[in-house]
């Protein structure tokens, strides 16, 4: 039996935000003196991995929960709330919260689905006032963040299959749900949903989406939130 309630998925990384998540808070942490150099230039080559589609995602992921988890969580915490506030909420789309916000009021759930790490991803969660979410997790041992990332990872196929289990779970077939994304490392879950959007577009995925028939969607305008949300749904203690 299905649930007369679709799902509204979103990317978070240039879809709901203006960049992404993770080179803002790298370079907050670097102006701030709490990452140095190697930071940047890691930074850099992911950033040309990503737009060439050759991002070694395992090889992101590790590095960045364990630089993370090099501080009390208490103090990650902190510092994850600085960069939000400075960096990546001045950055979130206006079109993408007001799109959020129609799906709601349509009655559709809405879901962020991103490769971003689960603390971030809740902070904009809320912010936007989205639902749910679907993240990077790794469990906190002894106060700090583990690399110990859960399965499947929020990325690609993996993306795909965390969306299809969520709907399940919900009562929900797939064909009945949206998923908006610029990427075509989204396409495993573009392809799997039956409303498909593509949102500032990488050119593969523009070319693709054009063939296809999705609808296209540019979003430019900030949505200029005047107070940073305060995260609540989380798998850990803070």
Known sequence: ??????????DLDHTLLD?????????????????????????????ALYRLNRLPR??????TFQECGKYPIHELVRMLDEAYEACVMPRLY??????IASHRER???TVIATAAGEYMCEKVRVQLGADDKIAAKAPVRNGYLTDELERPLPYGEGKAELARAYASAHGV???????YSDSVADLPLLRAVGHPVAVNPQ??????AS????????????????????????????
Not at 203 to 208: D, F, H, P
Request: charged residues 25%.
């Open 1 to 10: 039996m299905t649930s007369s309630q679709p799902i509204a998925f979103f």
């Open 19 to 47: 960049g992404a998540n993770g080179n803002l808070v790298v370079m907050y942490m670097v102006k701030k003196r709490l990452l140095g150099m190697e930071a940047i230039w890691k930074a850099v080559k992911f950033t």
């Open 58 to 63: 395992e090889e992101v992921y590790r590095w």
């Open 94 to 99: 206006r079109e993408g919260a007001d799109c």
């Open 107 to 109: 009655g559709h759930r």
């Open 173 to 179: 077939d797939l064909d009945a749900c949206y998923f």
């Open 203 to 208: 050119r593969g995925l523009r070319r693709i």
């Open 211 to 238: 063939a296809e028939g999705w609808t296209m969607l540019n979003w430019r305008e900030h949505a200029c939130f005047a107070e940073p949300s305060i995260a609540v749904e989380l798998s850990f203690e803070v």
